[in-house]
């Protein structure tokens, strides 16, 4: 069995996102464009009021999927077609913009730690211009496998621990096979994983520091991984906490202005021109939650 690699580390940018919040972007940056089928990745996580308060106010997305997992704190979703959902630490938000979406989350906490993903997910050409679609989960609702020395919450795709016990979590990202898991582990514990070697997959370290074939990857930094059906990652002694994700690439050209990602320059102009003459939001959105 191939054991994946890292292919490429990158260190997260500090950038300022929505109305003034700041994140630590590793896809979507120069260092890494894209890393199909992912098109950004934002890590917000801040003690500092001033640097999440402002939040994300409304603004549109077309052509592919916003996938926010909180780890801390309490963000309120909102769209142009009426939908509310809380986004709470641990809880998580598939949303499927496909058509178009005008949405805005923004913060419902005056102080402490807010932290947490994006993820943007491409959608095949087949899928972009489809009625958009939520399933959104509450922190209750993702499962945790908790193992010595091991905690792992499965947000979507299937965990097998060491005896063959399935795992599965709730949002289910069919095009993609998405696999996105939250891991902890104790001082010196390793994580385990064997999946389809062809996906394309990654993690981001949010504390602590890991290594993957000796190779050290620590808070903040970012690892895209080479191909293989089987990941270990070994946490060093201070314990470490990240997620892994996985999912299929979509192998279709990637033309992306800001929040609408298409295959071509003509479907681009046509969002924008959607969304200036206020017709980017075609369709009420399909919803599940738990
Ligand atoms: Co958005």
């Known amino acids: 069995m191939s054991m994946r690699k890292i292919k490429q580390l990158v ?16 896809i979507g940056t120069s260092s890494l464009r894209n890393l199909d089928p992912f098109l950004m990745l934002d890590h917000m996580g801040s003690n500092n009021p001033d640097e999440y308060l402002a939040g994300f ?13 909180m780890l801390e704190g309490h963000m309120e979703h909102r769209d142009s077609m009426g939908n509310k959902g809380q986004l709470r630490s ?5 949303m499927k913009a496909a058509s178009g979406v005008i949405h805005s989350e923004m913060p419902k906490q005056a102080e402490g730690l807010m932290s947490g993903f994006q993820l943007w997910i491409n959608l095949p050409a087949s899928e972009k211009m489809t009625s958009p679609e939520y399933q959104e989960f509450s922190p ?25 016990a399935a795992t599965t979590g709730p949002i289910v990202d069919d095009t993609t096979s998405l696999h996105y898991f939250d891991v902890s582990l104790e001082s010196n514990q390793r994580f385990h994983h064997n999946l389809d070697g062809s996906l394309t997959g990654f993690i981001y370290v949010i504390k602590g520091e890991t290594q993957i074939d000796n190779q050290t990857i620590a808070s903040h930094q970012f690892a895209a991984l080479t191909d293989g059906e089987s990941l270990e990652v070994k946490a060093m002694a201070n314990g470490a906490h990240f997620i892994f994700v996985a999912g299929k690439s979509i192998n279709e050209p990637i033309v992306q202005h800001g929040p609408f990602v298409m295959n071509t320059r003509e479907e681009i102009d046509q969002a924008i021109a959607d969304y200036q003459n206020g017709t980017l939001v075609q369709e009420r959105a399909q919803f599940t939650s738990a």
């Open 11 to 26: 260190n997260s940018s500090e950038i300022s996102e929505g109305a003034g919040v700041t994140v630590f972007r590793s």
């Open 57 to 69: 106010p409304e603004h549109p997305h077309r052509g592919f999927i916003t996938l926010t997992y």
């Open 90 to 94: 641990g809880g998580a938000q598939w």
């Open 140 to 164: 209750e609702a993702i499962p945790e496998v908790k193992i010595e020395g091991h905690k792992i919450r499965v947000i979507s795709g299937t965990y097998l621990d060491a005896n063959n």
